[in-house]
């Protein structure tokens, strides 16, 4: 939960920081001009990167196609649109977008496939624990494996609060899943 | 003091130490006293009278030192600290979620080469492709055909991006489907009706929790780029309240009280739409109008402020590109005329009539899945709807694209690049007129094109978005609805447009429709049919309003769209009273006391009261001769949440209420703590123990959690009142007394159920409690 927390937070430091700096980067700003055909001109779009200012038809529009006298006439039918991006907040979340739906993925490979796997071998040869473990009465799959996982291993107090707190989470969860998609009682 | 008693005979004087020691003991409040257990209703008043007693203690305190006068400021202003905070981090997560939308719909259909973050936009952002024909060509930027086979034409390339995009689809839906499975199933849906019931006053433990956030957050990413007729507004809605929820928790003012918690809650909701649709003032209406329940002033410029600062976030990280907070912005303002109106109106009777078929069929088929097989399988139900609605979608230009940018185009003017089908209008060739004022023109073979191709697709769209709203993804209703009625609005708007140009004789375009004029605009047709769609599935008015005009941020419109919206509500109210949020509430059961419904039957207080005639009579303790045992007896053998407590059984006059849960922890508390209590011990709910013998058990003493001032009413009020102060008070439980003594007990869940019954509608769908 401490991870969300900071997670959350540098993806907010994070943003706040590029909004300021990456509108600097001069390729982020276009002027982008569409003129549609005119006579015998077919229609074009200009690009250009220019300031704010200086986005009109008579700064953008280069080579013009037309003869003095109609440039006028050509220019009051382009439209010209400033446009500006930040190319680094882009990249940015969309790589963090990515790596959080990465370890999500990871994470939900690790609950329904390794765990389960764990838990077989490990039963193999603690039946002992298996038989205490059942006074509990949990209905959660996987739950026990980890009580025998943090107990074997005797881990720091450290671990086993984290431990107990995901075990805590994951019976929330098989107790909502139950409700929204076995009972359907809520959210249907 | 202790050991004093320890050594001292049991003279009076110590015996009223011993009183004292037990006082003190149940100063120190014990964990969870005044908190609710899930799926519970919270009673208002109580949680209101906490909050005042909290307060009061601080003001107190803060005439003591600097320091207490330092934490009193603090803690005035952690209201706005937390909108503050509520607004930053919704604002990002909207514009994190636009900005990975943007990438991953375009992701179906291909890759950007130079840097695969980009979108095709994005990618073509420095191109030099000049032409009209080449602009969609940038060499950065290959379509997944091109990139496997090299081919760009033709029908074998046709074929592989078909089946790439369904495939894409298919694997981001049944991503979002197994994530919210596994992570979080609280985060499917489109939220807004759980949202409403929970603001109303009901707890849903782990609705709004941080796994919930950020599983909704990466979820909607998925379901809205799968190309799902389903949108981003309502579960961003959800996402800011988890948001709120999050805040809440820093500061114990919130944490600790579900009223206060509940003021934070609205006012997120504002900053949610604010940034959904990008108009601030809309969402503080939304809010107002839609979710909220208890709504004071105070929140409403606490909503204000957090909607803005929300706005603002969003403005700053600039998602689209075009200085704007939503996709579909429209820019123009053409005049409109009187005579516009009918088609407005018809518009907006077409909107109700898709509210009403809409909500009549989506419930229908919600049910279904709630009672029978289907909903055993709503991973296979995910992908089925997808394939169909991928296999559907592509082949049409107009469903292939994302939702935003159809209504975009329908809602937008044609102005001078004619890209699409929809401006394919004969020019005439030596017009030389600006781009925004060009006159109305005869259609091309283009625009006749696109007009089968939009009704296909709002046929399309009609009937996909009833299957799909309500399937456990998370998914919002507000930009299927939008499509549904800007498609129509555009057909509508056409055939006016066309009529108008070939028959400017006719008596009603004589007036206003001169040739050579731009006297009709159809994508304004297509925000006022979106308008009235909207209105018709949500009975938003005003919000709804509010919400079009921040778009279009042009004041002309106003009279359009509310013709529109009153028109849908009223031909959408005829065929059924409640929106689709009341109606999934009611499907669901939640208990949810509507402010807007109205009670008119003449039924008393006494018919609605619990016990009835043949029941066992009511439970209740006495406040000095009930046991222990006796209390956990009772506690075990019923299921009631409340008992209420009197003088004597006897006399039964009423003194107070106390909770079921607190008097659970009290005893389990005390039985753990204290010494000397055993089943034996007598349970005193008086002011003081009265003195016992030492032989006695020592008394347990529970005046502290003993609510004094329960509400009480006479057996012959009529319910019509006792329903009006259980909206206005939010009230949890009523005591029903006739002359003093106490007759029984009316509970939220009874006067729901009444109402249900008066309804015709069977009372046993009220579910919670």
């Not at chain 2, 799902?228 to 500061?251: D, Q, T």
Request: with cysteine.
């Amino acid at each position: 939960m401490k991870l969300l927390f900071c997670v959350e937070g540098l993806c907010l430091v994070c943003f706040v920081l590029l909004s300021q700096v990456s509108a600097k980067n001069s390729e982020d700003i276009r002027c982008k001009c569409i003129c549609p055909p005119y006579r015998e001109v077919e229609g074009h779009i200009y690009k250009q990167n220019v300031s704010l200012k200086d986005c009109n038809c008579l700064h953008v529009v280069e080579p013009m196609p037309v003869a003095g006298k109609d440039v006028e006439a050509y220019c009051l039918r382009c439209e010209c649109k400033f446009e500006e991006r930040s190319s680094g907040t882009i990249k940015v979340t969309i790589i963090i977008y990515l790596s959080i739906l990465g370890l999500l993925l990871l994470y939900m490979v690790y609950l329904t496939l390794l765990e389960p796997m764990l838990k077989r071998r490990l039963f193999g040869h603690s039946q002992l624990i298996q038989s205490e473990d059942d006074v509990v009465g949990d209905q959660q799959p996987f739950a026990n494996a980890h009580n025998v996982l943090s107990r074997s291993h005797s881990r720091p107090n450290m671990l086993n609060k984290v431990e107990h707190a995901q075990q805590r989470w994951r019976r929330q969860v098989q107790e909502q899943r139950k409700s929204v998609f076995d009972r359907h009682v809520v959210l249907s | 003091m202790e050991a004093a008693e320890g050594v001292s005979a049991p003279t009076p004087t110590e015996e009223m130490n011993g009183a004292g020691t037990l006082m003190d003991f149940l100063d120190e409040p014990f964990p969870d006293v005044g908190t609710y257990e899930d799926f519970h209703t919270i009673d208002w008043l109580r949680e209101k009278s906490r909050d005042t007693d909290r307060h009061r203690k601080i003001t107190s305190k803060s005439r003591e030192s600097l320091w207490e006068l330092i934490k009193s400021l603090l803690d005035a202003w952690s209201g706005w600290v937390v909108m503050l905070l509520i607004g930053l981090l919704s604002g990002t997560l909207a514009g994190v979620i636009d900005l990975a939308v943007d990438w991953m719909t375009d992701l179906k259909e291909g890759v950007c080469l130079s840097a695969f973050w980009y979108s095709h936009e994005q990618c073509c952002w420095t191109s030099n492709q000049t032409t009209f024909a080449d602009r969609d060509k940038c060499p950065q930027w290959q379509k997944w055909a091109e990139l496997m086979t090299g081919h760009t034409e033709g029908a074998g390339a046709y074929l592989l991006n078909y089946f790439l995009y369904i495939l894409w689809a298919l694997l981001f839906s049944f991503l979002a489907v197994t994530l919210v499975r596994v992570f979080a199933p609280y985060a499917c849906g489109s939220g807004i009706p759980e949202i409403k019931t929970i603001l109303s006053g009901f707890i849903i433990r782990g609705y709004l929790g941080k796994w919930t956030l950020l599983i909704k957050t990466v979820t909607l990413v998925l379901a809205v780029s799968s190309g799902l007729s389903l949108g981003k507004e309502g579960p961003l809605v959800h996402v800011a309240c988890c948001c709120g929820n999050l805040f809440c928790s820093l500061f114990s003012k919130y944490s600790k009280n579900e009223g206060k918690r509940r003021e934070v809650l609205s006012a997120a909701a504002a900053a949610g739409v604010s940034v959904a649709f990008g108009a601030p003032i809309g969402g503080v209406l939304f809010s107002l109008e839609e979710v909220s329940y208890y709504f004071p002033l105070k929140t409403l410029w606490r909503s204000f402020f957090a909607a803005l600062v929300a706005a603002f976030t969003l403005r700053s990280i600039n998602p689209f590109g075009n200085s704007r907070l939503v996709l579909f912005y429209v820019e123009y303002h053409t005049p409109w005329y009187m005579a516009e109106l009918v088609p407005f109106i018809l518009l907006g009777v077409f909107g109700g009539l898709w509210g009403a078929l809409f909500i009549r069929a989506n419930i229908a088929w919600c049910r279904r899945r709630k009672t029978t097989q289907l909903g055993k399988y709503p991973v296979l139900e995910v992908i089925v709807v997808t394939a169909i609605t991928a296999v559907l979608a592509y082949p049409n230009p107009y469903t292939r694209r994302s939702t935003s940018e159809l209504i975009s185009e329908l809602f937008n003017d044609c102005g001078a690049l004619e890209s699409s089908q929809l401006c394919d209008y004969i020019n005439n060739p030596n017009m030389s007129r600006p781009v925004d004022d060009i006159p109305d023109r005869p259609a091309g073979p283009g625009v006749y094109n696109a007009m089968w191709q939009l009704a296909l697709a709002l046929i399309f769209k009609i009937v996909i978005t009833i299957f799909t709203f309500g399937i456990k993804i998370p998914s919002g209703l507000f930009i299927p609805s939008m499509a549904v009625g800007a498609i129509a609005g555009r057909i509508v708007g056409i055939a006016v447009e066309q009529m108008a140009y070939h028959h400017h004789d006719w008596i009603i375009f004589k007036n206003w429709c001169r040739p050579g004029a731009d006297c009709v605009t159809p994508g304004l047709y297509a925000m006022v049919g979106a308008a009235a769609c909207l209105g018709g599935v949500t009975r938003m008015t005003v919000s709804l309003v509010v919400i079009m005009f921040e778009l279009t941020g042009g004041l002309e419109y106003i009279v359009p769209l509310m013709a529109a919206a009153v028109t849908s509500k009223w031909v959408a109210d005829a065929f059924g009273k409640e929106g689709i949020y009341e109606s999934h509430i009611q499907l669901n059961g939640y208990p949810y006391l509507d402010v807007r419904d109205e009670f008119t039957h003449r039924t008393l207080a006494t018919d609605v009261m619990r016990p009835r005639r043949n029941d066992p009579p009511l439970a209740v303790l006495t406040q000095d001769s009930t046991t222990v045992e006796d209390v956990e007896t009772l506690i075990k053998d019923t299921d009631y949440n409340g008992f209420p407590v009197v003088v004597s059984r006897e006399s039964e006059r009423l003194i107070g209420f106390v909770q079921r849960r607190d008097l659970t922890l009290a005893i389990k508390n005390a039985r753990q703590k204290q010494d000397g209590v055993v089943s034996s011990s007598v349970v005193y709910f008086t002011e003081d123990a009265p003195q016992l013998p030492a032989s006695n058990p020592q008394p347990l003493k529970l005046r502290r959690i003993l609510n004094l001032s329960p509400f009480t009413v006479t057996d012959h009020t009529p319910m019509e009142t006792v329903v009006d102060i259980f909206r206005k008070l939010g009230l949890r439980q009523c005591l029903v007394t006739r002359s003093g003594r106490l007759l029984g007990i009316i509970t939220k869940k009874d006067v729901l159920r009444h109402m249900a019954q008066m309804m015709n509608q069977d009372p046993e769908s009220i579910m919670f409690n």
